[in-house]
């Protein structure tokens, strides 16, 4: 039975094209850079937008289908669970990073692949006929008229 729960689900836009490595041991990271946006009207009825640019960490075969197939602009659902790191800079000082480490991504819209699908599950859990493209900011209108 699980006593907590660490889940993040993000849809969004890279904002770069996924940066991928591998460790001395040789196992394939992928860094992406994803946005997410809302807007909304304020009080005094100016329409608002905010962006939130999240770091998603990707690893093993995960990091290889994001090398593969994502490319700058590219609409992904990415889930997995919030990380914390600190390290030591070059300086000397202490350096702290929020990130997502992905356990799965799909590929929303955007380029086909050689097959002529234009999704991909990351693990397996979801097949590649499940959409998410109906989830959009418009969703969650009204969502600042909340007291909290």
């Not at 196992?27 to 939130?52: I, M, N, P």
Request: glycine share 12%; with cysteine; charged share 30%.
């Amino acid at each position: 039975m699980a006593r907590s729960l660490n889940k993040a689900m993000l849809i969004g836009n890279l904002g770069a094209d996924p940066e991928v490595r591998s460790t001395p041991s040789g196992t394939r990271v992928a860094t992406l850079s994803v946005a997410t946006s809302r807007s909304w009207t304020d009080r005094g009825g100016a329409e608002q937008e905010k962006t939130e640019w999240h770091r998603v960490v990707a690893w093993d075969r995960l990091a290889e289908i994001c090398e593969r197939y994502l490319k700058k602009g590219d609409r992904v659902y990415v889930e997995g669970r919030i990380e914390y790191r600190q390290w030591e800079g070059q300086d000397g000082q202490t350096r702290y990073t929020t990130e997502i480490r992905a356990r799965e991504m799909v590929m929303l819209g955007g380029r086909a692949d050689a097959g002529g699908n234009a999704r991909g599950a990351g693990r397996g859990d979801r097949s590649a006929d499940d959409d998410y493209s109906d989830f959009s900011n418009d969703s969650l209108a009204g969502e600042d008229d909340l007291p909290f």
